[in-house]
């Protein structure tokens, strides 16, 4: 199993790639849409990169968790409910939700996963 700090520089590397930033910009506590600038159909590519790059296969949704985010079993008036949360947390045990916990609103959604949150991601696919 690789490092964390190999995964991070792969990560690193597949995002650079895909969303034509430098990388000095791309540090761990840098979210990927609102740091990076990353936009839906970026994401594609990003998955491709990854797994590509480390030889995993990522199933749409396991990553980015759209459809939690646009039923309305877990969204009402824009935000996400507590069982939308529960569901994202079991989702996505890789990423801290702390912070999007304090304002759950779908929108806000996008500026939560940060480059951290991939590499812990990725860790998680190796190891699993």
Known sequence: MPSREEIFDKVRAALVEALGVDEEDVSPEATMVGDLGAESIDFLDIVFRLEKAFGIKISRGELFPEDVLSSTEFV??????????????????????????????VQNFAN??????????????LAG
Do not use: Q
């Open 76 to 105: 009402s008036n824009g935000k996400v409910n507590a069982a939308g949360l529960a569901a994202l947390k079991a989702r996505m045990p890789f990423a801290d939700l702390a912070k999007f916990e304090a304002n759950p609103s």
């Open 112 to 125: 939560t996963l940060t480059v951290e949150d991939m590499v812990r991601y990725v860790a998680s696919k």
